[in-house]
């Protein structure tokens, strides 16, 4: 079986600084994969590179057997390849709703704009609450909701999330930790980074821990998860 989505061998960097050193990883259709590591070692870059956003300087990137290395950043998003960005900055002065609009403009197929605003508002009971709001009012939980929302109505075929967690205070960081394991049921394909490692592990079918622009080791996200509970007990931190 062809994987949905293959990174192969890929090299990037900026200006003479290389990050990634040949990455290797694939995702399969109705898979979730965790992308962990240490911060600076390139997980946004790969992440970038996925997205058109950023050049890789070797290796290939490939959607359902095709590169995505010609395409736009536009032309990407209209195959269903969706990322929403480490601390993705919002339109302060528009309203939620206009927002989450947006994100259908997106999508391709018009019909389902409807359907994905139900589920994102499903999904995210305050959004619709606050759906008059302007998005310069949220607060950080609310405003990584949105994100997820906008990047929900783009009829993502994979979802690709770096560090939704990241600042949020810990009952926050639940509440939306919830949302992306019951998301992880619903969509055809899932890439979490995160820096919260047992939700990486709950959430994922499989990791990939990258360490100076390398997969340094990958593996079941159960075992993993077993590992890490573990580790933790050893570390006398449970
Ligand atoms: N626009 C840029 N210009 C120059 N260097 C950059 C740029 N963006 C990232 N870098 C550098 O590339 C390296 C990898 O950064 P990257 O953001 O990909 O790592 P990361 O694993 O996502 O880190 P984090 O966990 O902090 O989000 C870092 O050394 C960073 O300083
Ligand atoms: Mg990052």
Known sequence: MTAMLSVEGLHAGYGRSSVLRGIDLHLDEGEAIGLLGPNGHGKTTLL?????????????????GASLLPLSPRAVLRRGVVQVPQGSRLFPR????????????ANPDRSARRPLLDEVFGLFPKLQQRSAQLAGTLSGGERQMLSIGIGLMAGPRVLILDEPTLGLAPKVKHELADAIRQLRGRLEALVLVDGDMDLVLRATDRFYVVESGQVVQTGDSVAGADSARMMSLFLGDV
């Open 94 to 105: 528009m309203t939620v709703a206009d927002c989450l609009r947006l994100g259908g403009a």
């Open 48 to 64: 970038r590179c996925v997205s058109g956003l950023h050049r890789p300087t070797a290796g290939d990137i490939r959607f359902q």
